[in-house]
């Protein structure tokens, strides 16, 4: 039976003569639009040996690898001869992750590249001694003259070297990701261009305290049976947080910000007492529009005297930068002697045979097609690799940004965004969004879609959730499932709270919650065993507590309190 295709997937499957870029919402089945597309193009005459495939983990590719051969081996036995060769190309085809690549590309290319060909890959634990040995000669030689090196001291004081050490450390660990690390690290020792960032970065950082104090001030506002009292002076809050954050200056802001005081919430009827947790509920949150706004007001001094104090720092800054650069030299020694490289070696060395213009044509010569999955998670020095490996139009890039998780690995999502941007107006390639969603009821969807429109919005989220962002259902005449619920169990317990369960961890009262919903849906049902529950939970202590609790209730002991440490069921 032949498969089905959307209108959107066999665009992406058809689509000729450029570089693609398929924004795949989750669900969507980018893997199998991408396998179809590679099957398309063997089924035109291409060979799978003559294309890339750059997956983003080892199990993606064998995956990947996995489901070709399926495909091949299928149209093999029904009698496609030239499938039948390309199952044997696949198995010297490039499917594989960046780092795979760039491994085997060193191994080929080591004199161009300046490394041992006989290199190893350090795993963690060495990495992390030679870099200890590293920092430590470095450190022990600057601070062997620390008394007649004014800029280290004055870097070292009030920081100590332990955190000096910490914050070189960082900077090592920056230098290492980008495409030139040389390049970007006198950049960020010119002061001077980076004043207008920081200075915008000090207006941003106040206008999201105020965008956070608000939040609250509405919550509170929109709570239920909120006296009256206190909604007017929340309405007056909100008014006036509002104003200020439409002030475009950062002094006149800030002013604002420091003259800013919440509106007095008295004057409440005699006679009407106000519901208790209602009450506390709104005071809560009260007390977090002061808490968002009291961390901004840190910062009262006037944008110029912040600018004199940052240029005041670039002394220190570049002495930052002088011994992040010898701890590096120290480090690539250390590597050298134990003929090693990082992970983070594989792509700087990679990069620097590829400026070798006969070396990267060598390798757009080799590969017709290059296809990219998971792109939102692409690195600075990753999409440099790239951009020298691929041709003017033969890229096809998978990914969406929504599920961009490794900003703390160097991935940069912003380079997805401006290709999604520049490939919309039919700038270098076409844009293809895949947005129905074959996995998830359309319930499920729709509170999905709820909740991101809401914090999606440009700005620091970086995204606007826009048509081409939302979840729709794979099928819409599908049964829509039922509605998602959400229960918050609050960490600031109500002083009439019970002192068992006031005397709980966070980690028992959810336990405790789930056991009881397990219950009631359990009584409501006697068909139900407890074999149809899944509890997806990241700590494995909320797991015992309902085991301990739902055995308890199976038992007929409803103790209120988790005792137990291990699953009984």
């Known amino acids: 039976m032949s498969m089905q295709w959307t209108g959107e997937q066999a665009r992406a499957i058809d689509a000729r003569g450029g570089n693609l870029l398929l924004s795949a919402a989750a669900g969507s089945g980018k893997t199998t639009v991408?396998?179809?597309?590679?099957?398309?193009?063997?089924?035109?005459?291409?060979?799978?040996?003559?294309?890339?495939?750059?997956?983003?983990?080892?199990?993606?590719?064998?995956?990947?690898?996995?489901?070709?051969?399926?495909?091949?081996?299928?149209?093999?036995a029904a009698g496609d001869a030239r499938c039948r060769e390309q199952m044997i190309a696949l198995e010297r085809a490039s499917i594989t992750t960046l780092h795979a690549f760039c491994a085997d590309f060193l191994r080929t290319n080591f004199e161009r590249a300046g490394v041992d060909p006989a290199f190893r890959i350090l795993d963690d634990a060495i990495r992390r001694q030679l870099m200890d040995a590293a920092l430590d000669e470095a450190f022990e030689e600057a601070y062997a003259k620390i008394d007649s090196d004014e800029a280290l001291r004055r870097l070292d004081y009030g920081r100590g070297p332990k955190n000096v050490r910490a914050l070189v450390e960082s900077l090592v660990g920056i230098l290492e990701e980008r495409p030139d690390p040389d390049a970007w690290l006198a950049r960020a020792e010119d002061v001077e261009a980076l004043i207008p960032e920081w200075r915008d970065e000090l207006k941003n950082g106040a206008r999201r305290a105020i965008e956070s104090a608000l939040v609250s001030a509405q919550e509170a506002l929109d709570t239920p049976d909120c006296p009256a009292n206190y909604a007017r002076a929340l309405e007056a809050d909100i008014q006036a947080l509002s104003t200020i954050r439409q002030i475009g200056e950062y002094d006149p802001m800030m002013r604002a910000i420091e003259e800013f005081s919440p509106k007095s919430a008295a004057g409440g009827k005699r006679g009407e007492a106000p519901d208790a947790a209602v009450l506390e509920r709104v005071k809560q949150l009260r007390t977090q529009v002061k808490s968002a706004l009291k961390g901004i007001r840190m910062l009262k001094h006037p944008l110029n005297q912040a600018m004199t104090d940052a240029r005041a720092l670039s002394e220190q800054i570049h002495m930052l930068g002088i011994?992040?650069?010898?701890?590096?030299?120290?480090?690539?020694?250390?590597?050298?002697?134990?003929?090693?490289?990082?992970?983070?070696?594989?792509?700087?060395?990679?990069?620097?045979?590829?400026?070798?213009?006969?070396?990267a044509e060598g390798i757009r010569e080799r590969f017709d097609y290059v296809f990219i999955d998971a792109s939102q998670d692409t690195s600075d020095i990753q999409e440099a690799i790239v951009s020298r490996i691929a041709r003017a139009d033969n890229r096809f890039m998978v990914g969406d940004v929504k599920q961009s998780i490794y900003r703390f690995r160097m991935a940069e999502p912003r380079l997805f965004i401006e290709k999604f941007n520049r490939y919309?107006?039919?700038?270098?390639?076409?844009?293809?969004?895949?947005?129905?969603?074959?996995?998830?009821?359309?319930?499920?969807?729709?509170?999905?879609?709820?909740?991101?429109?809401?914090?999606m919005t440009g700005g620091d989220s970086e995204i606007v959730y826009d048509e081409l962002a939302r979840l729709n259902a794979g099928n819409p005449d599908d049964e829509p499932g039922e509605k998602p619920e959400i229960h918050i169990l609050e960490t600031m317990l109500r002083a009439e709270t019970e002192d068992e369960i006031a005397e709980m961890k966070s980690a028992e009262r959810e336990g405790l919650f789930i056991a009881h919903k397990i219950r009631e849906m359990m009584d409501a049902d006697p068909t139900?065993?407890?074999?149809?529950?899944?509890?997806?939970?990241?700590?494995?202590?909320?797991?015992?507590?309902?085991?301990?609790?739902?055995?308890?209730?199976a038992r007929g002991k409803h103790s209120r309190v988790c005792r137990r440490r291990g699953g009984l069921f």
């Open 424 to 455: 919309r107006a039919g700038d270098g390639g076409t844009l293809i969004p895949l947005t129905r969603n074959f996995r998830s009821k359309r319930a499920i969807l729709d509170f999905v879609n709820g909740v991101f429109e809401k914090i």
């Open 323 to 359: 011994l992040a650069l010898r701890v590096r030299e120290r480090f690539e020694e250390k590597k050298a002697e134990q003929s090693g490289l990082t992970y983070s070696d594989l792509e700087t060395r990679t990069l620097r045979a590829l400026k070798d213009d006969s070396v």
């Open 528 to 553: 139900l065993r407890y074999r149809d529950f899944a509890i997806s939970e990241r700590r494995i202590r909320v797991h015992q507590c309902v085991y301990a609790d739902a055995a308890g209730f």
């Open 34 to 76: 991408l396998v179809a597309r590679v099957m398309k193009l063997i089924e035109e005459g291409a060979g799978i040996d003559r294309m890339l495939v750059v997956t983003f983990t080892n199990a993606a590719a064998s995956d990947m690898r996995a489901k070709l051969s399926r495909k091949l081996a299928e149209a093999a």
